[in-house]
């Protein structure tokens, strides 16, 4: 077992050096084993950084690359709608992604369907597919659940998620 203090002034100077870099934990166990030839496990390790008050930088997320609508008058309906508003434009059903989860959902949203009609939607930790319609009365055909999960599947695709 290793310690801080077996350490040098310099070897913290240089492991800090790494953090500030963006090395992550991992890589900066495997440096410390390969350069200054000390065995710390990963545990000892985060304990180190710890202990030295040496920040690990935070992995940069990508900005998803959003694709051009080829036609104007998609990209006129899509300035004036918004982003937690679903509207169907050109098929059956229009699904949208809650930046707000559900309690208890993995993941949730609404949709909205040709004429109309809204409902939530939810997947829950077991997988299961909810749907809350706004409107009591409202069961959506067979036609409609079908387009509903494709869409969904597609949304929930170009999400990343």
């Not at 707000?100 to 949730?108: C, D, E, N, Q, W």
């Not at 299961?128 to 509903?148: C, I, K, N, V, Y």
């Amino acid at each position: 077992m290793s310690t801080a203090k077996s350490l040098t002034d310099e070897q913290i100077a240089m492991i800090r050096q790494w953090a500030d870099d963006g090395a992550e934990l991992s890589d900066i166990q495997k440096r410390l084993s390969e350069e200054f030839e000390i065995k710390f496990t990963y545990l000892e390790t985060r304990f180190l950084l710890e202990d030295q008050k040496i920040e690990l930088k935070p992995k940069e997320v990508p900005e998803p690359v959003q694709e051009e609508d080829s036609s104007e008058d998609e990209a006129v309906e899509a300035e004036n709608v918004e982003e937690d508003d679903p509207v169907v434009i050109g098929s059956e059903v229009a699904v949208t992604i809650d930046t707000v989860l559900r309690p208890g959902a993995l993941i949730s949203g609404q949709a909205s369907f040709a004429g109309g009609d809204r409902a939530a939607w939810w997947l829950d930790q077991e997988g299961r597919l909810g749907l809350d319609p706004a409107s009591p009365e409202f069961r959506p055909t067979e036609d409609q659940m079908r387009a509903f999960q494709i869409e969904l599947q597609r949304t929930i695709q170009e999400s990343g998620m």
